[in-house]
């Protein structure tokens, strides 16, 4: 977890610092996970879903196993 902690105030502070002065919300977690359908992936992804991030979820001939990974994760009221 310190790990994770040092991504998100990573991302938060550039996130600050690129829109600095506008309404832009800094505070939206996002991570795009490569490899998702690995095993290493989809455990990643199943951490951060249930930390509130909001998942991009890459897979390069695995179709059927990132739709079965995105379905299993908790939804968002938000989709987009």
Same mark, same amino acid.
Not at 17 to 38: D, F, K
């Given at each position: /977890?310190?790990? &994770?902690? $040092?991504? $998100? /105030?990573? @991302? *938060? =502070?550039?996130?600050?610092?690129? $829109?600095? +002065?506008?309404?832009?919300?800094? &505070? =939206?977690? #996002?991570? !795009? #996970?490569?490899?998702?359908? +690995? +095993?290493?992936?989809?455990? #990643?992804? *199943?951490?951060?879903?249930? @930390? +509130?991030?909001? !998942? #991009?979820?890459?897979?390069?001939?695995?179709? /059927? *196993? @990132?739709? @079965?990974?995105?379905?299993? !994760?908790?939804? *968002?009221?938000?989709?987009?």
């Amino acid at each position: /977890e310190p790990a &994770m902690l $040092y991504i $998100y /105030e990573f @991302a *938060k =502070t550039t996130c600050r610092r690129l $829109y600095a +002065g506008s309404n832009v919300e800094c &505070m =939206t977690r #996002i991570a !795009l #996970i490569t490899g998702s359908t +690995g +095993g290493l992936g989809t455990e #990643i992804s *199943k951490q951060l879903a249930a @930390a +509130g991030y909001r !998942l #991009i979820l890459h897979y390069h001939q695995q179709l /059927e *196993k @990132a739709t @079965a990974l995105r379905d299993s !994760l908790p939804a *968002k009221s938000d989709p987009h």
